[in-house]
């Protein structure tokens, strides 16, 4: 399977946080690098979970140091999420 698989992707994601929680931020960074690059991909792919992923991987990038890594993450999940609820006074 290619990372254009959705299964694929999915993988490199649960794979790189089990080994980022296990405390192997080395063995997780490349699979991280690949989960981005194939997500890169796919632009467009507005979904809950890809709000929760790039939060996660934006949160734990940047809790290890990496805030330029960090930061298209969660500005990406910021604006997905924004795409999906509006913004506060859109609401209102």
Do not use: C, K
Request: net charge neutral.
């Amino acid at each position: 399977m290619s990372s254009d698989d959705p299964r694929t992707r999915n993988a490199l994601y649960e794979l790189a946080i089990a080994f980022h929680r296990a405390g192997d931020v080395n063995a997780a960074s490349p699979l991280f690098d690949e989960w981005i690059a194939a997500i890169a991909q796919q632009p467009g792919t507005l979904t809950p979970e890809r709000i929760v992923q790039l939060s996660t991987v934006g949160r734990l990038l940047e809790l290890s140091g990496q805030f330029d890594r960090a930061e298209p993450m969660l500005r990406e999940a910021l604006a997905i999420r924004r795409r999906f609820l509006g913004t506060p006074s859109a609401r209102s």
